[in-house]
């Protein structure tokens, strides 16, 4: 936690937890950015920027290759060299429309459980899916306790409390929700909310299975949830996806503080044969022509481009021809941008289930 002093008073502030965040190929240390402000009696005088500064320094020292936040405002971490690097999405989708296409087989057995055995049987469940999902931190127990499965009154905001359903496979724990429900009705009828917090799978089938549990509970007459990716299975699960009522907003940002430990930190389809050349105005010691092993050649560079764009690539949300498109990135050899996609391909879109 890094505060910024006027004499004795503190006028601003910008943490980071120390994250294991997955990347495609695994897991690399991360400054999860956080709690950044600055007084609105000491704005505009080059406070955040100092503390951006220090907390990048910091994480450089620590060992941290990446920093990763979200933002409150688009304009402000790009100069820092921020990358959005994933989009996400809201939906409300009335209960009389979300009949999936094809009824699910509902596996094992699905259960309500207090807060003391969520806790144990949750992270099994979230630790399965953070693992092979771009964009997701590993959480402590401490986390899950303090942060995503506390209940206090201003979280619920006049809503219902904290239920928590788990699925579970032969005693194994597969998938589960965290939701509220919102109750209310008008002349009689029903007209309150689902309110999901977070649901997951292990599998696709449980995945599927706790979605028709989450849309089907009686009494409410919609289903909310957000921060879900632009590949969630819901997509396809549902026969009329129109009815979720989509709509996308930025994600998590990505910077990459060390490019070379960075680049090397995460996986690509094959080994590589690409430089490219990279431009960090804020932290110079990035600057330069790099191998996807992270090392630092004289060779040619195929592609040009500043580390924000690097960090819009580099979780897989965005694509090289993404880049080209916006005119964010130089094309030195001709087929390089589609040579970078066929590396930095993913499976899926990175998700941050979480604001933090
Ligand atoms: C956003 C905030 C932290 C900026 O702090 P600040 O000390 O005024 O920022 P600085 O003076 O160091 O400005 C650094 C640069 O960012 C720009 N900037 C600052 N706030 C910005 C904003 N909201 N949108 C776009 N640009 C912004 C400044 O113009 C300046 O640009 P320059 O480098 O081109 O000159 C502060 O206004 C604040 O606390 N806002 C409310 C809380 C918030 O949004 N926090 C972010 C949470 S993710």
Redesign the pocket.
């Known amino acids: 936690m890094l505060v910024a002093l006027d004499s004795e008073t503190i006028v601003?502030s910008a943490g980071a937890f120390e994250f294991e965040l997955t990347v495609p190929g695994g897991p690399v240390r991360a400054a999860g950015?956080t709690?950044?402000?600055?007084?609105?009696t000491?704005?505009?005088?080059?406070?955040?920027?100092?503390?951006?500064r220090v907390q990048l320094d910091n994480a450089h020292a620590r060992g941290e290759p990446l920093a990763v936040?979200?933002?409150?405002?688009g304009?402000?971490?790009g100069?820092f060299g921020y990358g959005l690097a994933s989009v996400c999405g809201d939906m409300e989708i009335p209960r009389t429309h979300t009949r999936f296409v094809r009824e699910v087989d509902w596996p094992g057995t699905m259960r309500l459980v207090a807060v003391e055995e969520a806790l144990q049987l949750f992270p099994q469940v979230y630790d399965r899916v953070a693992g092979e999902t771009p964009g997701m931190f590993a959480r402590t127990a401490e986390w899950w306790e303090k942060r995503t499965l506390a209940d206090s009154e201003w979280r619920r905001a006049g809503g219902g409390e904290l239920s928590f359903a788990v699925l579970e496979l032969d005693g194994t724990p597969e998938a589960y929700a965290a939701y509220r429900l919102n109750f209310s009705y008008e002349d009689g009828v029903p007209t309150g909310k689902t309110v999901v917090i977070e649901a997951m799978g292990a599998a696709p089938a449980a995945t599927a299975a706790v979605w028709r549990y989450l849309l089907d509970i009686d009494w409410m007459a919609s289903v909310e949830a957000g921060l879900l990716p632009l590949d969630h299975p819901l997509f396809l699960l549902l026969l009329e996806q129109s009815r979720m009522r989509f709509r996308v907003g930025d994600g998590l940002w990505v910077r990459l503080v060390d490019v070379g430990a960075a680049l090397a930190a995460r996986s690509y389809a094959d080994d590589g044969g690409l430089v490219l050349g990279v431009a960090d105005e804020f932290c110079p010691s990035n600057e330069g022509r790099f191998a996807l092993d992270g090392s630092v050649t004289k060779a040619a560079p195929h592609l040009r481009l500043s580390v924000d764009a690097l960090g819009s690539v580099y979780l897989g949300g965005f694509t090289f021809a993404d880049l080209a498109r916006a005119g964010r990135i130089e094309e030195v050899t001709p087929g390089a941008v589609a040579r970078a996609d066929a590396l930095f391909r993913t499976d899926r879109k990175p998700w941050c289930p979480e604001i933090f």
Request: a positive charge; aromatic letters at 8%; proline letters at 4%.
């Open positions: 601003g950015v709690v950044v402000g600055v007084l609105p000491h704005r505009r005088r080059g406070i955040l920027r100092e503390l951006m936040l979200w933002a409150s405002e304009g402000i971490y100069r």
